[in-house]
């Protein structure tokens, strides 16, 4: 050992290797003892180094830290752009070009609906056609044209006479059943009169001159109403009364008249009647969307100056009271009915009168009883010189009243 001794001590002067462990560093740095070796003699000697490896880590990460500190200071935040909203489906499909096959289907649908008008219109023209100036009924003989006259001559001593006045005039107060010298400013007032009251169709006609203009026949106030379309007119005269129907029917009424003749205008229909030609004018009525017998009736016998017998709800229930009609007819074939039979100087007043009749008389309205009071049920229901209804009027009035309430 001492020789060992003497020998380390003689070569005291070389470096020494040294080794240092990290794991024996502290977290104050203190020095940690690190063992020396000799090469030549291998022998180890305690010695102390500092621990700079991990001090060296900390330091570089803190001056890292600093640098991204001082880079970040001299940047400026990112400027946020909007982002564009996604289109929805709907602005998709409607930049997209239709397919062909789509294109194909619209073009057969538009066709399906030509067809399916056409049809309707063709098959309202060969019912009138099938029945004009004859009765659907020839078994059917009433009523008798000394009947008409006895029934005009019963009301007219009740409610006055009623003749058709020389000149035709369009009320500015009231809507009127085909009132106007006008035939398309006729045929629309008449439209608003349908299944309402007077009061009523009063109210949908100033509401609607409130808002296109009074001028019934000018061409700028059709205009704008078929070009506002059916939901702006429907908002118009819904105090009417069944404003959706009735506005749809109008707006198609006059994209028709526009298509048809160039212009917002039926007066042709007035020389027709000057020619004679009062069928012509019923089929051209007839033959538009929304229009029937009935209301081309009243646009003849009221506007146009034809002997056209109109029937409406008063008039077709009265005349089966008074058994002037089958009482399974339904409307339109009493039209047909009583338009061949009624002589044609007794139409316009007498169809007035049963009109009046109809909303005046206790007995003779919708729901009305028999009270023992009223001429004419006691002249033309059974046990009176006409003949006619009897009990089977009870039971008519009373499903139409039901059908109102529907």
């Known amino acids: 050992m001492a020789a060992a001794g003497v020998k380390l001590e003689a070569h005291a002067d070389r470096p020494v290797g040294l080794r240092r462990s990290a794991r024996n560093a502290s977290k104050e740095m203190a020095d940690v003892p690190v063992k020396a070796e000799d090469s030549s003699t291998n022998v180890k000697i305690a010695s102390t180094v500092p621990a700079r490896r991990k001090r060296t880590r900390v330091m570089k990460q803190e001056e890292e830290e600093e640098e991204g ?8 935040p990112p400027v946020k752009r909007p982002k564009k909203p996604a289109s929805s489906p709907s602005k ?7 397919s062909p096959r789509k294109a194909v289907a619209d073009i057969g649908e538009a066709k399906g609906k030509e067809t399916k008008e056409a049809g309707l219109r ?40 009623r003749q058709r006045p020389e000149k035709v005039s369009a009320p500015a107060d009231r809507a009127g059943c085909g009132d106007s010298p006008s035939v398309l400013d006729a045929l629309v007032r008449t439209i608003l009169s349908q299944n309402t009251s007077n009061k009523n169709s009063t109210r949908a006609k100033l509401d ?11 061409e700028a106030r059709w205009e704008a109403i078929a070009s506002g379309g059916a939901a702006k007119l429907e908002s118009a005269i819904a105090r009417g009364g069944l404003g959706g129907v009735k506005s749809r029917v109008i707006v198609d ?91 044609d100087r007794l139409k316009y007043g007498l169809h007035v009168l049963l009109v009046e009749r109809g909303r005046k008389c206790a007995e003779c309205k919708a729901g009305g009883k028999k009270l023992g009071q009223c001429e004419l049920r006691k002249v033309f229901t059974r046990g009176g010189s006409g003949g006619g209804g009897g009990e ?12 109102e309430e529907a």
């Open 253 to 343: 009424i006059l994209n028709q008249v526009k298509e048809r003749h160039g212009a917002y205008s039926l007066d042709h229909l007035l020389s027709l009647e000057a020619q004679g030609a009062d069928e012509d004018a019923m089929r051209e009525l007839i033959s538009f969307r929304g229009v029937g017998p009935k209301t081309a009736s009243c646009v003849l016998l009221f506007c146009v100056g034809c002997d056209s017998f109109a029937v409406d709800t008063h008039v077709h229930r009265i005349t089966g009271m008074m058994g002037w009609r089958p009482a399974s007819a339904s409307r339109d074939e009493a039209f047909a009915h009583l338009d061949a039979n009624v002589p």
């Open 392 to 403: 089977r009027v009870g039971e008519e009035l009373e499903l139409e009243l039901e059908e």
């Open 122 to 161: 063709a098959k309202k023209l060969k019912s009138y056609a099938q029945f004009a100036n004859k009765s659907p009924f020839p078994d059917f003989p009433r009523p008798t044209p000394a009947e008409c006259q006895r029934a005009y001559d019963i009301l007219a001593a009740q409610h006055g006479e």
């Open 69 to 76: 500190e001082e880079e970040t200071k001299d940047v400026k």
């Open 208 to 218: 609607m001159d409130a808002v296109y203009g009074s001028d019934g026949d000018s």
């Open 92 to 98: 998709r499909v409607k930049t997209e070009t239709p």
